[in-house]
């Protein structure tokens, strides 16, 4: 899905902002590694599927959630992630409904609640083609959803991002919430795969 011209065109551009705040005295090299790895210490899918595993056990917290991630998720300490404030809706899967996110324009997302964006999500291909063919995209993944599943792609912004609350697999009931967030993956969250 994503090709080493796109990963280097975003290497570049990283690069260039960076040596831009640098020669501008806005920051130092080392101490923009030093944000940016403080920042990334506490990104994690494990957060994101720490919130899915109690979605999952705690009913009141998942109407919460449905209905302000935002707040939700800051019950349990988190947040989305970015420099600004940022709105978190969470879409949920059912049984006859499939969420996907993307962001057209860039890569905005979760960072905090998803870790690290995986490359191919920053990949033009996928950025265009999921809106266009969202179905087609997944089964790229491996996910074969029945003909009757409606797709929602949802984009996400610099002012709201998205996560996928997935299904709860079954015959689940007698496992723990820590073992259920073992469960979750990180496509799961952004609705490239299914638990």
């Known amino acids: 899905m994503t090709g080493t011209h796109g990963d280097a065109l975003i290497s570049r551009r990283v690069r260039r902002l960076e040596t831009l705040l640098e020669e501008r005295g806005i920051v130092a090299g080392a101490g923009l590694d ?14 994101g599927a720490k ?17 302000d991630g935002t707040a939700a998720v800051a019950e349990l300490g988190l947040t989305a992630g970015g420099v600004q404030p940022q709105r978190l809706r969470v879409v949920e899967n059912t049984e006859h409904t499939h969420n996907v996110i993307v962001c057209t324009l860039c890569s905005c997302y979760p960072i905090r609640l998803l870790g690290p964006s995986p490359s191919w999500y920053k990949s033009e291909a996928y ?4 809106v266009r063919e969202p179905r087609a995209v997944l089964e790229e993944f491996g ?6 599943t409606e797709i929602t792609v949802w984009d996400s912004t610099s002012e709201t991002r998205y996560m996928v609350l997935p299904r709860r697999p ?16 990180r496509n799961a969250l952004i609705g490239t795969a299914a638990i």
Do not use: I, K, Q, Y
């Open 170 to 185: 079954e015959n689940t009931e007698s496992l723990t919430e820590a073992e259920l967030a073992a469960l979750v993956s």
């Open 34 to 47: 030093e944000a940016l790895d403080a920042f990334l210490s506490s990104a994690s899918p494990a957060n």
């Open 127 to 130: 950025r265009s083609r999921v």
């Open 143 to 148: 996910l074969h959803l029945p003909p009757g």
């Open 51 to 67: 919130v899915t595993a109690r979605a999952w056990t705690d009913p009141a917290f998942r109407a919460r959630l449905l209905a």
